[in-house]
Nanobody
Framework: QVQLVESGGGLVQAGGSLRLSCTAS????????MGWFRQAPGKEREFIAR????????DYADSVKGRFTISRDNAKNTVYLQMNSLEPEDTAVYYCAKFIPGRYYSAENSYTDWGQGTQVTVSS
C-alpha cells in the first residue's frame, strides 16, 4: 500500500490559480497511473483528471478541461494538479489516488490508496 498526502490547497479569488501536490511514501508511484478527484459539500466525489505512469497520457473531466493540468515527477514521487482560471464552483476537497489497472478511468471505485484531501476554496 502507498500513503498519499495532498497539499497546496487554500483560499483563492475567482480567476486565480493553485497547484496541488500529491506525494507518496511507502512505495514508488512510477509504475501507477494516478488520478485526482474532488468532493464539494453535499455532493458526491467526482473525477477530475488522470495521468498514466509516464505522464504521456492524460484524461480530464469536461468541467476542468482547458483550465486544469495534471502532471507528474516520478523522481520526486509526486503528482501535480495545476488549476488555473478557478471558479467558485471549483470549491471542494481535492483527493489523489492510485488507479487500479483494467478499470474505467473516471470511476471512483477504480482507485485505491486515497489521500486525506486538501481543501480548495474559491471566493467570488
Amino acid at each position: 500500500q502507498v500513503q498519499l498526502v495532498e497539499s497546496g490547497g487554500g483560499l483563492v479569488q475567482a480567476g486565480g490559480s493553485l497547484r496541488l501536490s500529491c506525494t507518496a511514501s511507502g512505495r514508488t508511484l512510477s509504475s501507477y497511473a494516478m488520478g485526482w478527484f474532488r468532493q464539494a459539500p453535499g455532493k458526491e466525489r467526482e473525477f477530475i483528471a488522470r495521468i498514466n505512469w509516464n505522464g504521456i497520457s492524460t484524461d480530464y473531466a469536461d468541467s476542468v478541461k482547458g483550465r486544469f493540468t495534471i502532471s507528474r515527477d516520478n523522481a520526486k514521487n509526486t503528482v501535480y494538479l495545476q488549476m488555473n482560471s478557478l471558479e467558485p464552483e471549483d470549491t471542494a476537497v481535492y483527493y489523489c489516488a492510485k488507479f487500479i489497472p483494467g478499470r474505467y478511468y473516471s470511476a471512483e471505485n477504480s482507485y485505491t490508496d486515497w489521500g486525506q484531501g486538501t481543501q480548495v476554496t474559491v471566493s467570488s
